[in-house]
């Protein structure tokens, strides 16, 4: 079982309808959830970080920790054309290591 | 501007020539890394450091080196490279309690061994 797991996709989504991007994580003393964005060709940037159990919102991103079920998710709403990229989940294990999925790829249909 | 900068962003090299590439961050973060991205395996850590002489394993840490005499610096070094080291490589530096908080990537060297 690999330590962080996402959907690979792709997965195609509307503009203006709700992205929802999955994540789920082995190691349940994992403290710090992160969710990245790569276009392609480019280097990941940091959009969502999120600590405790619940939601978290940042404009038109939420993110949403669940520790007992051991995964976290990433809403993405009124999606866009430029939201289109690889999002990539990252978790934080003990001893300072960021541990990575492979990453989802979306794709937003004008 | 604050980044993190990495030099070459493209080389090709052969089996066995030592090389090293370079990666700078001019925002006196504590945390460096370095991480290597290869299709459908990922983003994988390779090295990381938590301060200047304070270097540890990630979880590929094989066939590789880092230094980290400088707080800005955390070069990486390939002494004898392999072609399974034909990879997408980031450098990365962060801030934050745990040194990850905030990671801020470099813009990728691209390493083929041929």
């Known amino acids: 079982q690999k330590e962080v797991e996402q959907n690979s996709g792709p997965l195609s989504v509307p503009e203006g309808a709700i992205a929802s991007l999955n994540c789920t994580y082995s190691?349940?003393?994992?403290?710090?959830f992160f969710w990245y964005r790569q276009y392609s060709g480019k280097s990941p940037e940091l959009i969502m970080s999120?600590?405790?159990?619940g939601d978290k919102e940042d404009g038109r991103f939420t993110a949403q920790l669940n520790k007992a079920s051991q995964y976290v998710s990433l809403l993405i709403r009124d999606s866009q054309p430029s939201d289109s990229a690889t999002y990539l989940c990252?978790?934080?294990?003990?001893?300072?290591?960021?541990?990575f999925g492979q990453g989802t790829r979306l794709t937003i249909n004008p | 501007e604050a980044q993190v900068t990495q030099n070459p962003r493209y080389l090709i090299t052969v089996t066995g020539k030592k090389l090293t590439v370079t990666c700078s961050q001019n925002?006196?973060?504590?945390?460096m890394s370095w991480y290597r991205q290869d299709p459908g395996l990922g983003l994988r850590q390779i090295y990381y450091?938590?301060?200047?002489?304070?270097?540890d394993k990630g979880d590929v840490p094989e066939g590789y080196k880092v230094s980290r005499k400088e707080k800005r610096n955390f070069p990486l070094i390939l002494e004898s490279p392999s072609p399974n080291q034909t990879s997408l490589y980031f450098c990365?530096?962060?801030?934050?309690?745990?040194?990850?908080?905030?990671?801020?990537f470099g813009p990728g060297t691209r390493l083929t061994v041929l």
């Open positions: 999120i600590y405790s159990n």
């Open positions: 190691d349940r003393g994992s403290q710090s």
């Open positions: 990365a530096s962060g801030v934050g309690s745990n040194g990850a908080d905030t990671q801020y």
């Open positions: 990252a978790v934080f294990r003990g001893a300072q290591k960021l541990v």
């Open positions: 450091s938590m301060n200047v002489e304070v270097t």
């Open positions: 925002m006196n973060h504590e945390y």
